[in-house]
């Protein structure tokens, strides 16, 4: 799949670098993002930064609102739809994991938007349950934004990086 992607993008650079965002949207949704792995954005980000057919500060930035976007689509989910969550037979079979999540998002709170961020088996799963336990809005966007341009830095080290260590001067 990423040839195909990659095959397309060679051909339409212009209009390739909206995957950017497109990919960091779809690995931070919820319900989307346990199937989407953030190697994929990575990828495309390295070989436009490698080809020279995006900036590579303007992918980072495209990411981080990407990503941004995508958490608040699941923390609105989750204060949407609540503890009725529980309920759900998805939960139900993931329970442990759920568990985990929401444990960890009582117990640190903003540090868990943090965290989150960072740990990509739970990345979608942090801001749907920050919004059924009810964070208050604005601190959430806030941190939220926080994190997400932290991260975005990070995939500006990774890139830089890897191209450092596989394309030397």
């Not at 779809?26 to 495309?44: A, D, H, K, Q, R």
């Not at 500060?57 to 699941?74: F, K, P, R």
Request: aromatic fraction near 12%; include cysteine; charge should be neutral.
């Amino acid at each position: 799949m990423i040839d195909s992607v990659l095959a397309w993008a060679g051909e339409h650079h212009e209009q390739a670098v909206w995957l950017v965002p497109l990919l960091a949207f779809m690995e931070t949704c919820v319900g989307v993002g346990l199937f989407v792995p953030s190697l994929m954005l990575v990828i495309v980000t390295s070989v436009f930064y490698a080809n020279d057919w995006a900036n590579l500060w303007v992918m980072a930035t495209m990411a981080m609102i990407g990503s941004s976007l995508g958490d608040h689509v699941g923390y609105y989910a989750g204060r949407a739809i609540g503890h009725r969550v529980h309920g759900w037979r998805i939960i139900q079979r993931n329970a442990e994991r759920w568990e985990r999540t929401e444990t960890m998002v009582r117990r640190y709170g903003v540090w868990a938007i943090f965290i989150g961020r960072f740990i990509p088996a739970i990345r979608s799963l942090v801001p749907a349950m920050m919004g059924v336990t009810e964070f208050e809005r604005a601190r959430y966007t806030l941190f939220d934004v926080a994190a997400c341009s932290l991260w975005a830095l990070g995939l500006v080290a990774i890139v830089k990086g890897a191209h450092t260590l596989f394309l030397p001067s």
